[in-house]
Structures are given as structure tokens and as C-alpha cells.
């Protein structure tokens, strides 16, 4: 569908798109819907004959938040709002409106849901149902696909990389000297890190890379570290479709690969270490964020308690 935005408009939200890149440094991810906030906004006006941003007004967003708000959950409604926010403050830095029609447009409250988890028994059966997948195999087609399976869902564990990470992963990012196995990851917002993982992930990483990759190969794999059925770079939908089915094979909870990276940290808090490690680990601006996993440790040490005390 063609939008119904005057030229003026679509340079704003050209330029405001730039901006976001080169100025906030934000993540392709985040630039893309953004992007698409202010579009679908945009568009929704003008089908109200409202072609100008300097005749917005708060009452227009407050109408377009209740048409929205009907179809979205308060987490995606708060990005759409940030998003407005950001290309308001954008117009007004332009001098291409005079008036913020945003100041006074309250976001959603989020219900602050735990992350979902798999306890450390859960991981291992799934990986452990990823590894003897692979034996089962002859094939070099599926066997290959087995082997990059379980190279994915070993490293999204041993690493808490994001899927977004993991998809973007290149073999020059990977250094490997003696026993220290260490990745480049190139986080969001142009942040990159350096995260260590074991030997599992290495052996299984080691196999994908040394038996399988060969089959799936062409001349557009280049140096990407996963590939997808016909040889280009793996996409985030493609490792959602992996993990989901290792799951069920696995005959544990359903989760998305994210759980993986929540999971990974739960663990590591159980396991002793430092709120500030984890932080470093998972590529986190604020501590904050990874304070959530501290609650889903509380939440299972309370578990074991009422387990183990009839009086408590």
C-alpha cells in the first residue's frame, strides 16, 4: 500500500531515520520500528486529512492511542509512544514545529512480567535431545542441519547472546587460544562485548563448522557463522522455528530462544555470581534491567523453602 504522506512529511521521517542511526546510535531492530511507528501514525492522520506535523496536537495521539491500544499490549504501545517522543523531539530540534504535542501524553504502565526459564535440568535435556538428534541422522542434508541446531542452541545458552546476535555472528569474531574461548558480539546500539563460553558450545561449534556448514554452503555464505537451508545468513525467524522444535523434541517447556539468554543468567545468579558480572555478560546498559533475574531466583529459592520446611 502507498502511503498517503506529502513529500515533506517522508523527508522528515527520512532524516528523523538517520538521525536515530548516526545520533542515538540505536539498533537496526529499533530504527526499523521505529520507523514503522511513525509511518503507521503518520498515515493513519492523514487518512484523517491531518497531511502536516505542525497541525499535530496531543488530542490527535490521544485518539490514535485508544485505536491502537486495542490491538496492542502495553509494552508495544510504550515503544510506539517512545518512538512519537523521539520524532517530536526531532521535529522540534529542526524548527519544523513549535510546540511538542507529546509533553503531555502519559505511556502505559507495563506489567513487569518475570522472564520465562528453564531450570539447569531442562537445558541440559534439550541440548543433550540436540546432540543425540544428530546420531540419529545420516543424511549430510539434515545431518547438518541437526549439527548447526545444536551448535545454535548450545551457544545462545553458553553465551545469553540475543537471537539478533546470534544471526549477525561471524567466524572473525570468534578467538580461540588454548582453553579460552571467547566471542565478539556486537550488541545493541553499537555496543560490542567480549563473552566468554565452555567447551560444550566449542565441540559443538567445532562439528557444525568442521561437518556440517560444508553442506549448506554457497557463494553467499561469506563469514557468517550460521547459515540457513540455502546457504545465506540465518534470520532471527529461523531460530525461533529452531529452538521451538528442539523444545518439543525435547519435551520441555515451549520457550523462544530468548529464554535461552534469560535462563543462562538465572543460572549464573544461582550459581554465585556477581549482579555486575551478569550485567557485562548479557551486554545490559543499566542494572536495572538485569536486576529482573534476580527476582526469578527469589522466586525459586522461595519454591525450594516451602518444599523443604512444613512449618514455613
Given at each position: ?6 513529500e515533506d512529511?517522508l523527508q522528515?521521517?527520512?532524516h ?7 545520533n ?7 530504527v526499523h520500528?521505529y520507523?514503522?511507528?511513525i509511518?503507521?501514525f503518520l498515515?493513519l ?23 491502537e491500544s486495542?490491538?496492542?499490549s502495553?509494552a508495544t504501545?510504550?515503544r ?7 520524532f517530536?523531539m526531532?521535529l522540534?530540534s529542526?524548527h ?7 509533553l503531555?501524553v502519559?505511556?502505559p504502565?507495563?506489567?513487569?512480567r518475570?522472564p520465562?526459564?528453564?531450570n539447569?535440568d531442562?537445558?541440559?535435556t534439550?541440548?543433550d535431545?540436540?546432540?543425540m538428534?544428530v546420531?540419529t ?15 545454535i542452541a548450545?551457544l545462545?545458552y553458553a553465551t545469553g547472546m540475543r537471537?539478533?546476535?546470534l544471526?549477525s555472528?561471524?567466524?572473525s569474531?570468534?578467538t580461540?587460544?588454548n582453553?579460552?574461548?571467547m566471542i565478539?558480539v556486537h ?10 563460553f565452555g ?7 567445532d562439528r557444525?563448522?568442521?561437518?556440517g556448514?560444508c553442506?549448506?554452503?554457497t557463494d553467499e555464505s561469506?563469514d557468517?557463522v550460521?547459515?540457513?537451508v540455502?546457504g545465506?545468513?540465518?534470520n532471527?525467524?529461523?531460530v525461533?522455528?529452531?529452538i521451538?522444535?528442539l523444545?518439543?523434541?525435547a519435551?520441555?517447556p515451549?520457550?523462544?530462544p530468548h ?5 543462562a543468567?538465572?543460572?549464573?545468579l544461582n ?12 551486554g545490559?546498559s ?6 529482573r533475574?534476580?527476582?526469578v531466583s527469589?522466586d525459586?529459592?522461595r519454591?525450594k ?8
Open positions: 500500500m502507498g502511503t498517503l504522506l506529502a512529511e522528515y521521517v527520512h528523523y531515520v538517520i538521525w536515530l542511526r548516526v542515538k546510535g540505536l539498533s537496526e531492530n529499533t520500528s520507523q514503522a511507528d509511518h503507521e498515515d492522520l492523514a487518512h484523517h486529512h491531518l497531511l502536516q506535523v505542525d497541525q499535530i496536537h496531543a488530542s490527535h495521539l490521544r485518539l490514535w492511542m485508544a485505536h486495542r490491538n496492542h502495553s504501545m510504550a510506539k509512544i517512545a518512538a512519537l517522543r523521539s517530536f526531532f522540534m529542526c519544523a514545529i513549535t510546540e511538542n504535542p507529546t503531555t502519559l505511556s504502565k507495563i506489567v513487569n518475570l520465562r526459564v528453564l539447569q531442562e537445558v541440559k534439550l541440548l535431545q540436540a546432540d538428534t546420531n541422522l545420516s543424511m549430510p542434508h539434515d545431518r547438518a542441519l541437526a549439527l548447526r541446531n545444536a551448535a548450545e545462545l537471537v539478533s546476535e544471526v555472528l561471524n567466524y569474531d570468534i580461540c587460544t582453553a579460552h574461548f565478539l550488541g545493541k546500539g553499537q555496543k560490542d562485548r567480549v563473552v566468554p567447551i560444550p558450545a566449542k565441540k559443538a561449534l557444525w563448522s568442521q561437518e556448514r553442506h549448506l554452503m561469506g557468517a550460521f547459515l540457513g540455502h545465506r545468513r540465518i532471527q525467524r529461523q525461533r522455528t529452531v521451538h522444535q523444545a518439543a523434541h519435551h520441555v515451549d520457550i523462544a529464554a535461552l539468554r534469560h535462563s543468567a538465572t543460572h549464573l550459581n554465585g555470581a556477581d549482579l555486575r558480572e551478569v550485567q557485562a555478560f548479557l545490559h543499566s542494572l536495572s534491567t538485569t536486576q533475574y534476580t527476582h527469589l525459586r529459592m519454591q523453602y516451602h518444599q523443604a520446611f512444613d512449618r514455613a
